[in-house]
């Protein structure tokens, strides 16, 4: 919703209007899923990591933490298709924009559920401000070297991850 207020990715009533997509539409929801999809992807291989083998919570984890995987794998491989297509400069500039107000995105609502937790849990200021100073740490680096690693496009291990029908190439492009 924030990224969406702020002009990122396609607006939930493109999605839901009538009009069939065009394939300008499809670049932006890729580059942005690219982007969120990774952030996704990243939080629930911590969880995985360290709840994986938990008895009650292991299997739901390790199956959302697939779930993203698989979503993130998606996006690369589609995303590579439509670069081969020719969509390969539209596709790094939304990247990049995608990325650079994720982490803006990430970092403020990070802030504001630790303030919120802070304030539940009666956390005193010095750790409050500790936490913060970490949440702020985290951008810095992701502005100025993280974000390169949202915008990097591979071709997955795993082809064709969310098991649609293959799109024959040629109709695809
Ligand atoms: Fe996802």
Redesign the pocket.
């Known amino acids: 919703m924030l990224l969406e207020r702020q002009g990122i990715g396609l607006a939930h009533d493109r999605l839901r209007s009538d009009e069939p997509l065009t394939e300008a539409d499809i670049v932006v929801y890729l580059a942005h ?1 690219r982007v ?2 990774q952030r ?2 990243e939080q629930m291989d911590l969880l995985r990591r360290h709840f994986g083998d938990h008895p009650d919570l292991g299997r739901a984890v390790k199956m959302i933490a697939g ?2 995987d698989n ?2 794998a998606y996006c690369h491989e589609e995303l590579l298709r439509l670069a081969a297509a020719g969509h390969g400069r539209t596709i790094q500039r939304t990247l990049r924009a995608c990325a650079l107000a994720e982490i803006r995105v990430h970092r403020d609502v990070s802030l504001a559920v630790m303030a919120r937790m802070g304030r539940i849990l009666g956390w005193s200021r010095t750790r409050s401000a500790l936490l913060a100073a970490g949440i702020h740490a985290v951008y810095a680096y992701e502005r100025l070297a993280g974000w390169h690693r949202m915008v990097t496009l591979s071709m997955p291990e795993r082809r064709n991850a969310l098991g649609g029908p293959q799109a024959p190439a040629p109709e695809f492009a």
């Open positions: 899923s969120t999809e996704a992807s779930d993203e979503h993130l």
